[in-house]
């Protein structure tokens, strides 16, 4: 069953004081390198405290292989909503033995609600965002529930909706950071290049922001990176960044 959410009111001094420690985090280590974000967040900060999110999808190694380098053992999730191409799952197997990471954690939509919500597996056809809770906010809540911060991948260059994007950010009670939020196109190029980092197979066929496949299509010519996601749509995000995963991990079952 899906978790109840608790009053955004009952957490509001727990949110606002891990904004301020987020916002601090921010000034202080918000200039240095990834690779420097990264061990400082996962050694000193967060130490054994934090995860890694990860979709495996198009610009996931070069997180992925920082992370390996610091950390092989920093747990790493992978939420598995059920609708991932298979070249996205045969690409995950592939980069974390690439990688020598040895703790995934596969997370899946909880099976009674998907039941009661989504029977048939069709309800992306009618309410996207529906899907999204079930099949993507409601597991990650689960998580990163025992976590005090994770990594993810995000960049500002990925879609206007990204163009202020902070290194650390508040999400309920724990702390979000995007260790390549400054990055460039040419940075993420660059370092592949450099590292000889596999793409995933999809990159090849125009996708360059993959999810899963029925809402997912090719990017045409001078689009943003996310713009054949929910082609079509308004929908800009699945869920997982934005506030309704702040109510997610605030439930008083997290």
């Not at 009952?10 to 891990?18: E, L």
């Not at 066929?205 to 689009?223: D, K, W």
Request: glycine share 8%; proline share 6%.
């Amino acid at each position: 069953m899906l978790a109840k959410p608790r009053p955004l009111d009952h957490i509001a001094d727990v949110d606002d004081g891990i904004a301020a420690k987020a916002a601090g985090f921010d000034a202080l280590y918000g200039h240095l390198s990834p690779i420097e974000l990264i061990e400082r967040s996962a050694n000193d900060l967060f130490h054994d405290e934090i995860a890694a999110v990860s979709s495996f999808g198009a610009d996931s190694a070069v997180l992925l292989h920082m992370i390996a380098k610091i950390d092989r053992t920093l747990p790493v999730i992978f939420l598995d909503t059920g609708k991932h191409f298979e070249e996205t799952l045969g690409y995950r197997d592939a980069l974390v033995a690439d990688f020598g990471l040895t703790n995934i954690r596969v997370i899946k939509p909880d099976e009674a609600a998907l039941e009661r919500i989504d029977p048939t597996g069709n309800l992306h056809q009618n309410n996207t965002d529906a899907c999204c809770d079930v099949r993507k906010v409601e597991p990650l809540a689960r998580g990163v529930a025992p976590f005090r911060a994770w990594f993810t991948g995000r960049k500002r260059f990925q879609a206007s909706t990204r163009a202020a994007l902070p290194v650390f950010e508040a999400v309920g009670p724990r702390i979000r950071i995007n260790p390549l939020a400054h990055w460039t196109t040419s940075d993420q190029a660059d370092y592949m290049r450099a590292h000889a980092l596999r793409e995933n197979p999809l990159v090849a066929y125009g996708y360059l922001s993959i999810g899963c496949f029925p809402c997912t299509q090719p990017v045409q010519p001078g689009e943003d990176a996310r713009s054949g996601r929910w082609a079509g749509h308004a929908k800009t995000e699945c869920g997982i960044h934005l506030s309704g995963l702040e109510v997610s991990l605030t439930d008083a079952s997290l």
